[in-house]
């Protein structure tokens, strides 16, 4: 009898000054022995998707990431946040705004079936690299989604840290997601 493969997908979603962090969850993902050792003995199968992993072609940018949002469906939106809050996208907010309205959305239409994990870096920056209407703009961010959510948000000091947090953060998930898919066929 040939065993079910459970999918765990995972959206990555940050402005440009979180490449690093990006690159740590690619990473995990792909290569971490014993994240896929686990993932394996789950019988989960891990992905990561990003921005960069959608179909150059002519449009708007952002209405073609997040078309390729919808279609690829993850089940872990991973919001990521330094001192940027990114560019506008052409729609009056930035890309990673229109991010996390799709994962409010995809949140109200599945429910628990949907997680979206915020994590911001409180490592200090250069002074060149900081942009105070950027650093303003992840402040009001984040203000607003204590105020208008029930969030429980993670801090990190730095790309080293932030791996050791989300490799805990992705094994705790899988688990979760094991135990879901136990229960099933029990």
Same mark, same amino acid.
């Given at each position: *009898?040939?065993?079910?493969?459970?999918?765990? /997908?995972? &959206?990555?979603?940050?402005?440009?000054?979180?490449?690093?962090? +990006?690159?740590? %969850?690619?990473?995990?993902?792909?290569?971490?022995?014993?994240?896929?050792?686990?993932? +394996?003995?789950?019988?989960?199968?891990?992905?990561?998707?990003?921005?960069?992993?959608?179909?150059?072609?002519? =449009?708007?940018? @952002?209405?073609?990431?997040?078309?390729? %949002?919808?279609?690829?469906?993850?089940?872990?939106?991973? &919001?990521?946040?330094?001192? /940027?809050?990114?560019?506008?996208?052409?729609? =009056? *907010?930035?890309?990673? @705004?229109?991010?996390?309205? %799709?994962?409010?959305?995809?949140?109200? @239409? +599945? =429910?628990?079936?949907?997680?979206a994990? $915020?994590?911001f870096?409180?490592? /200090?920056?250069?002074?060149?690299? $900081?942009?105070?209407?950027?650093?303003?703009?992840v402040?009001? &961010?984040?203000?607003?989604?204590?105020?208008?959510?029930?969030?429980?948000?993670?801090?990190?000091?730095?790309?080293?840290? &932030?791996?050791? %947090?989300? +490799?805990?953060?992705?094994? @705790?998930?899988?688990?979760?997601?094991?135990?879901?898919?136990?229960n099933?066929?029990?």
């Amino acid at each position: *009898m040939a065993e079910s493969l459970t999918k765990l /997908r995972i &959206f990555v979603a940050s402005p440009s000054d979180c490449a690093a962090e +990006r690159a740590a %969850i690619r990473r995990l993902v792909e290569s971490d022995p014993s994240i896929q050792t686990l993932a +394996r003995n789950l019988d989960v199968n891990v992905d990561a998707y990003g921005w960069e992993d959608v179909f150059p072609e002519t =449009g708007r940018p @952002q209405s073609l990431i997040n078309e390729a %949002i919808a279609k690829y469906d993850p089940d872990w939106f991973v &919001f990521l946040f330094w001192h /940027r809050f990114g560019s506008d996208s052409g729609n =009056g *907010m930035t890309g990673t @705004q229109e991010e996390w309205n %799709i994962a409010l959305q995809f949140q109200q @239409q +599945r =429910g628990d079936s949907v997680t979206a994990s $915020i994590y911001f870096n409180k490592a /200090r920056a250069q002074p060149y690299e $900081i942009d105070g209407l950027q650093l303003d703009a992840v402040k009001r &961010f984040r203000d607003k989604l204590f105020k208008e959510h029930q969030a429980l948000a993670a801090e990190f000091n730095g790309p080293r840290e &932030f791996e050791e %947090i989300f +490799r805990n953060h992705l094994t @705790q998930k899988l688990n979760s997601q094991f135990i879901h898919v136990y229960n099933f066929f029990i």
